[in-house]
């Protein structure tokens, strides 16, 4: 008896604990602490790494062999786009100046790169540490890309570290759209290790389909416009009925992050 | 001395856990070391030294990660306590219960964590939680088991701590 009060004391005082400890409270101590951590992680980190490459390296060179044969078929294909592409853009270059119409072209970004040195301990969350904070220039809420897409954005920034608070962390939301019907919705993620996302809030007539591309609507102003977040691989209806959700898989690949983008500000 | 021993090993699990485990996810997928340790541990002991590892290794984890202080204590509590049960009640010394023990208590321990995190307003369908991480991980936590369990009995035995 006197040992189940203990525990019911025990775990009130935790849930209060858990409640009044969310990261909209952060505590400052836990800054500190991960500057003090840093060395350790990033040697840990490269040890990990290096025991990775040196037993995938058979499969991977198998793998690379097959892959840089259908590259080089794909390079002679993306080349001949790249000629016509370059027709369009001079094309609108001069018909956007023709009507003095004027926007920040997407990828226009000045960047402060960064390397992942640690990710979230367990599987629900989906943070990763960088070995950059405030004195390299980086502050709170800025937008983390990699060349393939949308990573996240900064979630805590320290002297020497930052924290990435990823896409498919389930405390997550970004503004998109769909490419091809700019159809908007909110893209939320599910689970940090699950390495999905979905895209919520999507009217039950809208037009939605497997493989089409989801980029940033550059509402909300965290993330600019037009960044690729991933391609739409599965359709649900929801239960209300009035909405349907898209799974969508990340086009940056979350789970294997090494280097990061982190948007430092849009040129103009 | 030997409390001394466990802590360590709960802070090299920890340690390996940030860092190398994320080397050996299967499709995102990996074990929860600090699970798998206080687990076996539950289950080589009691439930009530389950409980008490489970709630320390969980409590020193949130301390690391430094937010939500005492979401991994209870879940891990949660599981250290029930394969302490299930070690007073099967055989331990057969490898496939160790595992299936594994596999149940990481389960428990990982809906718990779920319904916390309900509790903090952060909303995850139930069949992707179910599907994408509870049952994954517990799979993949539990497959640890026949590779690690052995010299963990024998480590505590040795001790004289338990006679296996």
Redesign the interface.
């Known amino acids: 008896m006197k040992r189940l009060f203990f525990l019911s004391i025990l775990i009130v005082f935790v849930l209060v604990s858990i409640r009044f400890t969310s990261p909209e409270k952060a505590i400052p101590v836990k800054e500190n602490l991960k500057d003090v951590f840093l060395p350790v992680q990033i040697g840990l980190a490269s040890l990990g790494r290096q025991v990775y490459e040196w037993v995938s390296a058979p499969v991977l060179f198998y793998r690379t062999a097959r892959h840089s044969r259908e590259l080089e078929q794909e390079v002679a294909e993306l080349e001949s786009r790249i000629t016509q592409l370059t027709e369009v853009k001079l094309e609108n270059e001069r018909l956007s100046r023709l009507l003095g119409y004027s926007q920040s072209a997407a990828g226009q970004y000045e960047f402060i790169t960064a390397s992942v040195v640690g990710r979230d301990l367990g599987s629900w969350f989906g943070t990763v540490t960088l070995n950059k904070g405030t004195n390299s220039g980086i502050k709170k809420d800025m937008a983390v890309l990699t060349p393939d897409g949308l990573v996240g954005r900064i979630m805590f920034v320290s002297d020497y570290t930052s924290e990435v608070l990823l896409i498919t962390d389930p405390r997550s939301g970004v503004s998109t759209l769909i490419q091809e019907s700019r159809t908007p919705g909110i893209v939320e993620g599910i689970a940090g290790d699950s390495g999905l996302v979905r895209m919520i809030h999507l009217p039950s007539d809208a037009l939605v389909d497997e493989g089409q591309t989801v980029v940033t609507s550059g509402l909300g102003s965290i993330f600019p416009k037009s960044i690729p977040v991933g391609r739409v691989i599965a359709i649900r209806r929801e239960s209300a009925g009035l909405f349907k959700s898209a799974e969508l898989r990340p086009f940056a690949d979350l789970n294997r992050l090494e280097e990061v983008l982190v948007i430092k500000r849009v040129l103009p | 001395m030997h409390s001394l021993i466990l802590l360590l090993l709960a802070v090299i699990a920890?340690?390996l856990?940030?860092?190398?485990v994320?080397?050996?996810?299967v499709?995102?997928?990996?074990p929860?070391l600090?699970m798998f340790f206080i687990i076996i541990f539950g289950f080589l002991r009691n439930a009530g030294e389950g409980a008490f590892w489970g709630?320390s290794a969980g409590l020193l984890?949130d301390l690391?990660?430094?937010?939500?202080?005492?979401?991994?204590?209870?879940s891990k509590l949660t599981a250290g306590y029930l394969a302490g049960l299930a070690g007073s009640k099967f055989y331990r010394e057969n490898r496939l219960i160790a595992a299936v023990v594994t596999l149940l208590a990481s389960i428990a321990g990982l809906v718990v964590?779920y319904l916390?995190?309900l509790?903090?307003n952060?909303?995850?369908?139930f069949f992707?939680?179910f599907l994408?991480?509870i049952l994954p991980?517990s799979i993949y936590t539990a497959c640890l088991v026949p590779l690690l369990y052995k010299r963990f009995a024998v480590f505590e035995t040795r001790r004289g701590f338990y006679d296996l």
Not at chain 2, 22 to 25: L, T
Not at chain 2, 27 to 30: I, L, P, S
Request: no cysteine; charged share 10%; net charge neutral.
């Open positions: 920890l340690i856990q940030t860092t190398v994320n080397f050996i996810a499709n995102g997928v990996k929860d600090v709630f984890e690391f990660v430094g937010n939500y202080i005492g979401l991994n204590a209870i964590y916390l995190l509790y903090l952060i909303f995850i369908p992707y939680a994408r991480v991980v």
